[in-house]
Structures are given as C-alpha cells and as structure tokens.
C-alpha cells in the first residue's frame, strides 16, 4: 500500500498522525528525520493552517487531512488526538484495515466495539506502554490467575485541573498546601473521570484483570515535580510492585515526557526484525 499512496515503491510502512499538539508534532519531526522503515504519510489537526505552515517546514511535506480520512493515506494511523473524537478517528482506520496505535488508551473502555471492528476487517489496535512499566509481566502474570491489582497516581494538582470528576465534584486542587487523594475507585471509573490523566490506568486493567478489577487512587500533591505511579500485583506466579516517575511535558503537565517516545518505540517494533518483551 505505501507504493501507492507515495507513488513511489519505498517499502517503507506510511503513517498518518491524527491530532498535531505537542505528541503529533514531536512524531511528526521523528518520522520526517527518518525512522528505519517508516515514512510519514499525512496528519490531521484542529487548526488545520497551523499544522499545514509547520508540515511546510518539513523535509517531506505531507498533507493536513480531516481524522476521518486518515485509514486512506497510511498503513499505520497514530492517534494522538482528545478522547471526544477517537471514533471520528478509529473507525475509518480499522474499517480500512489500518493499524491503529492509540494514545487515548481509556476510549477502548467506553467504545468496547473497536476490537471486533478491527477483527472483522483486519485491522490493529497496538497500545503502547505509555507513562508504565512492567506491562510485559502484567500480561505473563495474565495468563495464570491475578488476584489483585492496584495502582497509586500522584500528580501536581496542575496536572489534574479541570478533570470532570474534580468539576463535578467540586474539588478544589490549586491551593493545596497537603496531599489530596480525589479518587478512589475502579480503572473504569478513573478513564471517565480524569479523561486526560491516567490512560495508563485503562492499559494496566486490558493487561491484566480488567477494568472494574483494577482499583486506583489519585493524589494531589502540591510541590510535586513528576507524575508518580506505583503498581501492585499479586497473582499465582508472582508478587511484584512497581513504581515510575516520569517527567511532565513541558506543553502539557498533564502528559509525562515518556509518552511521545514509547509511541516511538512502538512504532519502531512494527517494522523491526527483533522484538524485544512480550
């Protein structure tokens, strides 16, 4: 398919990046610098003038296309795009057959119908690491029998400002002078909550136990300069914990650093002859 979208018989897998904020910008650079096997294909943006000044800039200039065109340019559609339009996104890509690599890792909660959507049609849902660890032996533990799993979110109070669970709930985090906890529930009720915030709760639950099975807390915690995680797991095969402090992007604090460049590593293993973890 690549030959024929770049009129050129490269070999090289295409990718299309669907949202172009901090995350679709720093891939797009990545992949017009060059990735062994990879070419970028085309982007989608909310401001699409924006987005078209800047890919003009670009080595190889693509086009700026609407989210929904995304499955027709590329082999591989990264989505880096609000929550609110993922199906705008996601459906024409698997309806494609594209593969689909997913930032927005809480939608695959609320739109339980993309898996079978991808099944059907020959499609890909590939969910990167993100801001965790240990997901490889999540899913090993996975296959024997987990008995609990638990997570504890820690995040500057500006990194949390504005989730709709704080709004609805009328939780004030920007004068903290303590730590705050502001939740405590399941990985289901997190993802809708804090929407932007803990992603990495939703790929925790599908490696493991599932949703309504993984609990989580989130703490505020004022004077806080990294978004803390610390994992639990007990299960038949093993007991282990463990615990990541990634760096707030300097664009959004609600985003750790390490988000842009695990969909870097993902993207690196889809094309490369040695894969390494699970």
Known sequence: MSANIAGQDSG???????????????????????????????????????????????RS????????ELG?????????????????????????GRTLVVISVGALLTHTDVEDLARRHNGRIVVPSGALLGLDAVRAAAEGEIRRVTMVTR????????????????????????????FDGTAREAVVGFPANVNVAAALSLAGIGPDRTTIEIWAV????????????????????????????DENPKTGRITALSILAALRRLTSPVQIGT
């Open 222 to 249: 004022p004077g806080l300069d990294r978004n803390r995680h610390t994992i639990t797991v007990e299960s038949d095969s093993a007991d282990f914990t463990m615990s990541i402090a990634n760096i707030p992007s």
């Open 12 to 58: 090289a897998k295409t990718v299309a990046i669907g949202g172009f904020g901090a995350i679709g910008q720093k891939l797009a650079r990545a992949l017009d610098d060059g990735l062994p096997g990879l070419r970028l294909a085309a982007v989608s943006a909310r401001n699409t003038e924006r987005a078209a000044a800047v890919v003009a800039g670009f």
């Open 155 to 182: 995040k500057p109070p500006a990194g949390l400002k504005g989730a709709p669970y704080l709004v609805r709930n009328n939780i004030d985090v920007s004068a903290l002078s303590e730590p705050l906890k502001v």
């Open 61 to 68: 200039p693509v086009p700026v296309v609407p989210l929904a």
């Open 72 to 96: 027709r340019h590329a082999d591989i559609v990264v989505e880096c795009a609000p929550a609110e339009v993922f199906r705008e996104l996601a459906v024409p890509a698997l309806e494609a």
